[in-house]
């Protein structure tokens, strides 16, 4: 081993292991329970981080019970409520081997947990072995005798009701005067099953860790974002305020999103200010960038004045709610050196050796108009509440859903704490987390609380590309605790297949994004005004709304507005669309993507093929999947277009398709047959 | 959800969860720790059960070190040896991503820990960045001297020596009459960065949970046992001894093997001894199972006098140690009637209504020479104690390898705490567990503490289930703690494929047993002797010894003795074959069975293809996967059958093999080229 060295004095004992081959071991009263519980599932990271789900799931809980020899095992799932004291239980199911497994339903917004409680069961193992000796015609009185005596040590701890049954069935074992089958059935029958499985001992039965379910509204999964900056919500050449956006309000409804997301509404600094298109200096007229937060007017708890107030806010929250729409603040944990935590607390900030504060770096690069906070310095704590206080009282004023701005440049620790203590007050919160960065810092962020979460999406476009990073997300581990939002474009990005895209591009974009995953959001008017003139050199926009106000013709004929209307109806009225049981099928031509997705309880099935090439049309087959389609070999099933409306009658693993994209580059079609349940479908398959 | 109780109040109470969800949380001082370690491997089950490796090994620890933004990160493996108190500490290297890895000798039997130590590095990152600043021509003054700070910091932690160093190059930094280049090329010089890997401030420091390694003797992972019963070591008609035992030791040494397996050589009980057999009534002369231990004369602890003395075994002991084989006893957790711990000890059995001790069953089928012990009843810490006792009364003789019967019919919970404790006194101890029983439950118990573990491989037969089998045993998790040892015979089972089969088909299992798996064993002289006789209907011996004594012919003309000779010797001198990195190459007739074993070095392949048609010739071609091989894709290698002492030029990946069973059903190919290197090899591919 090379350059061994003893720690230094400062680093912490690790903790004493049993069985460290150090001296003789004591038996431990544990040793006493004989059911082993191993391979519980969902967990995410062997339980350290919690299991998501959304309200109206119901969670399969399973795992292995391995114990010597072949005695009878029982186990049970222990679940609490998320404002309970006690454990509900219910019996563990034998699923195959040594697997068992068990199912509720999460019907309340929260932090649920489960656990697995199992134990070894005398009278099952009594039962099935007295049987067999009386098949095989063997004497059984001593067994009998035993069976008695199990049943009065289960009437010690029943209540007076059971005890008296089983003090009955006891009596009946040892009545000599009745043949032997007799005794037996009569004690192994339904009622004294019932009441012997009401009063087990549990005093060596084992129990499991308990896991961690964060129960988010059905938005966590479900959801269709619409981005837009308020200052560019008014009438060309005003500067755009909340009441704009609340205008604005009916035609976002009409377009059928659900959380209207507005970048930060706070002051903006003057200081190193940012004019148009980045330049670095701003001149007097120039509104700077929103993520510059803080000014004089106020920081993270204010409104811009020239946006309105909080009042405003307020009533934007309230309007858009009554529409279905769910109001995201933008939250970037970072100041502009005019933002009143400057001086009122400078010990929030790194200071460099000349007593200035540093301001963002990622060297070569200098970000001068924005100071980061330092999370662990001489104020680390009075920091961190009152960063938390900042989600804490934008909750108060209504809002629920967050869109955390580069969570990955902020210490994870810190996110854990603050987004399960926002959550204790307000279980119903939603965080979205903006990064773009290395793919195990993006699922530690996710893991560690954040609700949803950026994706690759945006640069992904082959069929392999697609299918990989789709099936990667879609399936355990990430899906129990990452919920990808798939994003066409965002004010920071403008993709190159964007850029140099037509309307097909822009379709098929929108089409991957709203039926691929489950909640994705598109950043507009850019994009259904399909903005395409980038800054040169750059995958980002002219122009850009982040440094200036942009008026747009919403009113445009080549708006993509109607399609995006159908898409997000498609997705409201197909609970296939709603979450993201996928399978991809197999194409003979590398521009056809196909794929199937089906709702939770199987009952909604929809076959999504887009084509990828936006400038030729391609035909060809996809292999179908029937049973992910839930579908029988030889059955017929219509295969309607929910796009172009056209219907189609589909049998057997191979279908035609055809898709143009100067007409529509992708069709969604709904399978209709016969009523499906669960278990018609291999799921993932 | 169905049927929900509360949990009777015996219940103990589940453990608080952080974050439940019930009230404002703390911010705990582990916040500060930034980095956060994950994926930890080698790993079994998260770490609740300890690693395996062999003494000689170097074990590779890695994990993903994930912490938020760009600060340069820092990582050391902390290895503890088994006596030791101290932790060793080396750096860990950067492989890929956010993967790190380290690797350490395990050059001491005994039970190692490591864990993994990362903290973030603030000089790595000013060194870094400045460095970027620089290159780009900005001013440095301030970074210049912010280093200098840096550093001063570093000298208050550091020794004498290293404070003087850091001192001086703190000031370097600080003298503007240098360029701003050399006063960061000379703060950034090696002995500084030494200087400053000595004393890095590990507060904040993250430390992973430790992991257990179980470092074995190499004979836990490479093994060869020959089984063989005492009593039938006699000349014939003559109960057999312990020196005749002795005697036959040259026999067994030239055979190979290096484990010579002892069933129970303990008194055995009267009181419903079987017969012949297994006839439920036994003669005057008949000498019973030795697994039904215990009578008079003594249990566990005794000798059956008709095989001699304790001294005749610790004889046996001394002088097969010798000849480099270890002598491994039975242990067999049950007594007879007859056991002195019957009436000694009546609380350590169960005890039926009318009083009499129950007796094995697994109904309707009654062991009534057999009792077992009653692991949890009134006397269980006292049985506990006592059954431990018997391996350290063993080992105290010079005994280090165990053979246990059927330790999957005994809590897991006691071979936890029992074989933990055995290897804490005797850490050369092995534990082969013979349990044929549910996967799960042969995993836990290798996971609990068995040092190998026996298999299915007795009725796996063709290509695909020994290609699937293989596998599965061969790679991660299963790898980490379960050792397989292969048999093709045991006293308990004579396949159906060696009942029916010819001389092709004991050497094909030999040959299978003996190459796929590092650890082997044959129960003779039965399989040297092709004894095919079996019990009408059963899967087992006729005249089987478990009941009566059998005289063997050693000498026999058509004995497998010469051919077992030369596969033993074929192990010893082929590295690659006493481990089990195994590849299987693709054949086109699925009577080929073709894999390839390399050395953890990857300096010894070897290459083996069997016709599992013991009846017919089969010729076809091996699909070689040149990568497992270490060959490159136009490289000639010799290919050299160690059996048939052939030697073939191969190139590229078609190769012909050609394999008759009248001859022999199996090629054991050494892989000749130039001297290769772990970096040649694709593990696993």
Redesign the interface.
């Given at each position: 081993?090379?350059?061994?060295?003893?720690?230094?004095a400062?680093?912490?004992p690790?903790?004493r292991?049993?069985?460290?081959?150090?001296?003789?071991?004591d038996?431990?009263p544990?040793?006493?329970?004989?059911v082993?519980v191993?391979a519980l599932a969902p967990r995410v990271?062997?339980g350290r981080y919690p299991v998501k789900r959304v309200v109206g799931d119901r969670v399969s809980a399973s795992c292995?019970l391995?114990?010597?020899?072949?005695d009878a095992v029982a186990g049970?799932l222990?679940?609490?409520r998320?404002?309970a004291r006690?454990?509900?239980?219910?019996?563990l199911q034998s699923v195959a081997?040594?697997r068992y497994e068990a199912s509720?339903?999460v019907d309340e917004i929260?932090?649920w947990?489960f656990?697995i409680?199992a134990w070894i069961d005398p009278f099952e193992t009594w039962r099935?072995?007295?049987r067999?000796?009386i098949?095989?015609g063997?004497d059984v009185e001593?067994d009998l005798?035993?069976g008695a005596?199990l049943l009065k040590a289960y009437a010690s701890?029943a209540d007076a009701a059971g005890a008296d049954t089983l003090r009955s069935a006891a009596a009946r074992l040892e009545d000599g005067s009745l043949v032997a089958a007799d005794r037996w059935a009569s004690a192994a029958s339904p009622p004294i099953l019932a009441a012997v499985a009401?009063?087990p001992?549990?005093?060596?039965?084992t129990?499991s860790?308990?896991v961690?379910i964060v129960v988010d509204p059905v938005r966590a999964r479900f959801s269709s974002w619409y981005e837009m900056f308020p200052r560019s919500a008014g009438a060309p050449g005003r500067h755009g305020t909340l009441r704009d956006v609340a205008a604005r309000l009916p035609y976002v409804a009409s377009l059928g999103f659900d959380v209207l997301y507005l970048p930060p509404i706070h002051p903006i600094g003057r200081t190193a200010r940012k004019g148009p298109n980045n330049a670095p200096n701003a001149g007097p007229d120039d509104v700077g960038s929103p993520w510059a937060i803080g000014g004089p007017e106020g920081g993270h708890k204010s409104v811009h004045p020239r946006l309105g107030t909080i009042d405003d806010l307020q009533a934007l929250v309230r309007k858009a709610r009554e529409l279905g729409i769910e109001v995201a603040l933008d939250i970037a944990l970072q100041a502009s050196p005019d933002h009143p935590y400057v001086t009122q607390h400078p010990e929030w900030f790194l200071h460099?050796?000349?007593g200035?504060i540093q301001y963002a770096?990622?060297?070569?690069k200098r970000y001068e108009d924005v100071y980061p906070f330092d999370f662990?310095g001489a104020g680390?704590?009075s920091l961190?509440?009152e960063l938390h206080g900042i989600f804490v009282f934008w909750c108060e004023k209504g809002v629920r859903v967050f869109r955390v701005d580069n969570p990955?440049?902020?210490?994870?620790?810190?996110w854990?704490?603050c987004i399960?203590?926002v959550?204790?007050?307000y279980?119903d919160a939603l965080f979205l987390a903006e990064a773009f960065t290395?793919?195990?810092?993006m699922y530690?962020l996710a893991k560690l609380g954040f609700t949803q979460s950026y994706t690759y999406f945006t640069w992904r476009q082959s069929k392999r590309e697609l299918t990989d990073y789709v099936t990667t997300l879609a399936r355990p581990p990430l899906s129990d605790f990452y919920r990808p939002n798939f994003w066409p474009n965002t004010p920071d990005i403008l993709p190159t297949h964007l850029e140099f895209g037509n309307r097909a591009a822009f379709v098929q974009r929108l089409v991957l994004a709203a039926t691929l995953s489950s909640n994705y959001g598109i950043y507009g008017p850019a994009f259904e005004l399909m903005d395409r003139a980038a800054r040169e050199g750059a995958e980002e926009y002219a122009d850009n709304e982040k440094y200036q106000i942009r008026s747009w013709d919403l009113q445009r004929q080549d708006s993509l507005g109607d399609l995006i209307t159908l898409v997000n109806r498609v997705r409201r009225e197909n609970p296939a669309l709603q979450d993201n049981l996928v399978t991809f099928h197999p194409t003979d031509d590398d521009a056809l993507l196909a794929f199937s997705k089906r709702s939770a309880d199987g009952a909604h099935v929809v076959l999504v093929v887009v084509n990828l090439d936006s400038h030729h049309r391609h035909a060809g087959h996809v292999a179908l999947d029937l049973a992910a389609l839930g579908v029988g070999p030889d059955e017929a099933f219509q295969a309607h277009d929910l796009l172009s409306d056209e219907r189609h009658r589909f049998q057997g693993p191979q279908a035609y398709v055809e898709l143009d994209p100067e007409f529509l580059p992708a069709s969604v079609f709904a399978v209709r047959r016969h009523l499906r349940t669960e278990q018609d479908f291999d799921y993932y398959s």
């Open positions: 081993m090379a350059s061994h060295r003893s720690p230094p400062s680093l912490p690790l903790p292991l049993p069985f460290s081959g150090e001296g003789p071991q038996i431990s544990a040793a006493r329970r004989r082993f191993e990271d062997g292995d391995v114990r010597d020899g072949q049970a222990l679940v609490r998320p404002a006690e454990w509900l239980r219910q019996p081997g040594e509720f339903l929260g932090q947990q656990a409680l099935a072995g007295t067999k000796k098949d095989a063997q001593l005798a035993a005596l701890r009401e009063c001992d549990l005093r060596d039965a129990q860790e308990p961690v460099r050796p000349d200035t770096e990622n060297p070569p662990y680390w704590e961190w509440e990955h440049t902020k210490p994870l620790a810190f854990e704490w399960a203590r959550k204790a007050a279980p290395r793919p195990k810092l530690a």
